[in-house]
C-alpha cells in the first residue's frame, strides 16, 4: 500500500501506513548536506506522485508551471520556487523535465522526490508504477539565467564562423504562454574588418527545455 503525505496523497510505496507529524516549517533549516553538493553534483534517486492539496509549505500552488511541480524533503538544500530538472531512469528514452520546487515536507528522503501528477506522466511513467528512478539535476538562477545566452551564442558563432563574439547582453524575456517563453539577446561580434551586432531570439518549452524555434537578425 501507499504511504500518505498530509494532503492524503501517495508518497512512496511501503507495507506500512506512515503518520504525517505536523511541524513548524523552516526554510532555513538545511541538516547536514552541503548545499555545495546538490548544486554542483546530479543525485539519483526515486520519484512518486501526488495530486497536491491546497495548501504547500513555499504558498506555492501546484498549478505553477502547468503542474509541472515537486515536493522535497524539508532537510534538503533545494529552496523554495528553485528548478530542478528530474530525468526518468527506469525507462529506456530517459526522459527529463525541469520541475519548480512548491512544498517541503518534515522527514523525507533528500534523495527522493514527490512530482504532480502530470510531471509524473511527463516523464513517460506509469502511474499504476507508483515510483521510478530518476536523477535530479539542482539549476541554480545564475544556470537557469545564462543557459538561453550560452545557447543562442553558440548559435550565433555557428552562423558568423570568420567573427568573433566579443560582448552580449540580455534583451528581453518574455512568457508567451504556460509551454512557451521567450527570450532575446544582443551579440557583439567583431571581424578584421568590422564590427556588427546581432539580435537572437530563442522560443521554448520551459517544461521540456525543448526549442520551438531561433531567428538571427543583424541590428
Known amino acids: 500500500m501507499y504511504a500518505y503525505d498530509q494532503y492524503g496523497n501517495p508518497y512512496v510505496y511501503s ?39 491546497a495548501e504547500t509549505a513555499c504558498n506555492t500552488p501546484w498549478s505553477t508551471n502547468n503542474y509541472m511541480t515537486a515536493a522535497v524533503g524539508e ?3 533545494y529552496q523554495c520556487g528553485q528548478k530542478l530538472k ?6 529506456d528514452d530517459q526522459k527529463e ?4 520546487v512548491v512544498d517541503q515536507v518534515p522527514n523525507y528522503p533528500p534523495n527522493k522526490i514527490n512530482l504532480h501528477r502530470k510531471a509524473f506522466q511527463a ?9 521510478i528512478n530518476v536523477q535530479i539535476t539542482p ?33 528581453s524575456k518574455t ?21 556588427i551586432k546581432v539580435q537572437a ?10 526549442v520551438v524555434s531561433f531567428d538571427l537578425k543583424e541590428v
Do not use: C, H
Open 123 to 131: 516523464l513517460g511513467a506509469n502511474l499504476d508504477a507508483g515510483i
Open 139 to 171: 539549476i541554480t538562477p545564475e544556470q537557469e539565467s545564462s543557459e538561453w545566452g550560452k545557447y543562442l551564442m553558440n548559435v550565433t558563432q555557428t552562423a558568423y564562423p570568420n567573427y568573433q563574439i566579443t560582448d552580449y547582453k540580455s534583451v
Open 86 to 91: 528530474v530525468k526518468n531512469l527506469s525507462s
Open 15 to 53: 507495507p506500512y501506513p506512515v503518520a504525517y507529524v505536523p511541524q513548524p516549517y523552516n526554510p532555513y533549516q538545511r541538516g547536514y548536506y552541503p548545499n555545495f553538493y546538490y548544486r554542483q553534483q546530479s543525485v539519483q534517486g526515486q520519484a512518486s506522485w501526488t495530486e497536491g492539496g
Open 175 to 195: 512568457e508567451i504562454s504556460s509551454d512557451q517563453t521567450k527570450e532575446v539577446y544582443e551579440y557583439t561580434l567583431q571581424s578584421s574588418q568590422e564590427t
Open 201 to 210: 531570439s530563442v522560443t521554448y518549452n520551459p517544461q521540456t527545455g525543448r
Open 75 to 77: 532537510n534538503t538544500p
Open 97 to 100: 523535465i525541469t520541475v519548480t
